[in-house]
T-cell receptor, first 110, second 117 residues
Framework: GDSVTQMEGPVTLSEEAFLTINCTYT??????LFWYVQYPGEGLQLLLK?????DKGSNKGFEATYRKETTSFHLEKGSVQVSDSAVYFC?????????FGTGTSLTVIP | GAVVSQHPSRVICKSGTSVKIECRSL??????MFWYRQFPKQSLMLMAT?????????EQGVEKDKFLINHASLTLSTLTVTSAHPEDSSFYIC?????????????FGPGTRLTVL
């Protein structure tokens, strides 16, 4: 069945460091791909998305490219800030159904 | 973007009691809402899909008699955990699928932390 596998955390980085959180997926069709962010005590917020192969989603300095050949949607940011500390979830949507990865906790230290 | 609220944000109850959690779409109508459960340091697991005016569709392994879902209006869905037990303690998150100007995007609520003593 459809599933998402993402890099396990926790990840700790210094401010202004480069971030990569890996995400790969398994799907029978061509799903839409998402990254959600969850700040402490809050619900999920959509960070970015891509709906077809080679699309690049971007928001707040974060980017991810839908790679069909490697079934990946890795999240990157060139220079992280303390305010980026949160849990990041990779997800795919097929129809109405969402499949989430297990989440990667990111802590950015000053 | 669209806003989805949940109430209460936290609830503590005794074993054997029932707890109702509300999910509201504040500035859009949602014919479809979803209920997820999140265990500590784990991902979200879809429990059920509720459509306004009809019965909810439950995922395999989710007890429909224990987790009662009502989607009585286009802006409100409720999840009632009946006869709660400590193993029901979890973070419950709803999402609502936007209609009209929001396309079919899903918007998530802030979650409800349930603790059953």
């Amino acid at each position: 069945g459809d599933s998402v596998t993402q890099m396990e955390g926790p990840v700790t980085l210094s401010e202004e460091a480069f971030l990569t959180i890996n995400c790969t997926y398994t799907a029978t069709g061509y799903p839409s791909l998402f990254w959600y962010v969850q700040y402490p005590g809050e619900g999920l917020q959509l960070l970015l998305k891509a709906t077809k192969a080679d699309d690049k989603g971007s928001n707040k300095g974060f980017e991810a490219t839908y790679r069909k050949e490697t079934t990946s949607f890795h999240l990157e940011k060139g220079s992280v800030q303390v305010s980026d500390s949160a849990v990041y979830f990779c997800a795919l949507r097929w129809g109405n159904q969402f499949y989430f990865g297990t989440g990667t906790s990111l802590t950015v230290i000053p | 973007g669209a806003v989805v609220s949940q109430h209460p944000s936290r609830v503590i109850c005794k074993s054997g009691t029932s707890v109702k959690i509300e999910c509201r779409s504040l500035d859009f109508q949602a014919t479809t809402m979803f209920w997820y459960r999140q265990f500590p340091k784990q991902s979200l697991m879809l429990m059920a899909t509720s459509n306004e005016g009809s019965k909810a569709t439950y995922e395999q392994g989710v007890e429909k008699d224990k987790f009662l879902i009502n989607h009585a209006s286009l802006t409100l869905s409720t999840l009632t955990v009946t006869s709660a037990h400590p193993e029901d303690s979890s973070f419950y998150i709803c999402s609502a699928r936007g209609d009209g100007s929001y396309g079919n995007e899903q918007f998530f609520g802030p979650g409800t932390r349930l603790t059953v003593l």
